[in-house]
Nanobody, 127 residues
Framework: VQLQASGGGLVQAGGSLRLSCAAS????????MAWFRQAPGKEREFVAV??????????SYADSVKGRFTISRDNAKNTVYLQMNSLNSEDAAVYYC???????????????????WGRGTQVTVSS
């Protein structure tokens, strides 16, 4: 399984970015696809997840991003996206894409539930 995240960069506070994660080597439509982030000196934290067919396609968000971020997926392209709007300094982090088809719905926000990870893409927010 390979996950290739892209789309990070430098953005002004209040701006937007769209992250992409292209997956290969797995049955994408059956997989939970999630985004996590890690800021310097902090633990990796859950951002958003798109449940696959097993999870009823239900998206879920961390409270800190709800209403600003949107996760979506294109099953034909084996790609998951994270649209990030109204970015602020607290959103600055390395964003990681994670995938696994064995996730139990109750654990979908837990990083330990995912075996496969991308290398991360840096998001920097300037004030």
């Amino acid at each position: 399984v390979q996950l290739q995240a892209s789309g990070g960069g430098l953005v002004q506070a209040g701006g937007s970015l769209r992250l992409s994660c292209a997956a290969s080597g797995l049955t994408f439509r059956n997989s939970f696809m999630a985004w996590f982030r890690q800021a310097p000196g902090k633990e990796r934290e859950f951002v958003a997840v798109s449940a696959g067919a097993r999870g009823g396609w239900v998206p879920s968000y961390a409270d800190s991003v709800k209403g600003r971020f949107t996760i979506s997926r294109d099953n034909a392209k084996n790609t998951v996206y994270l649209q990030m709007n109204s970015l602020n300094s607290e959103d600055a982090a390395v964003y990681y894409c994670a995938a696994d088809w064995r996730v139990i719905a109750s654990s979908k926000r837990n990083a330990a539930a995912y075996e496969y990870w991308g290398r991360g893409t840096q998001v920097t927010v300037s004030s």
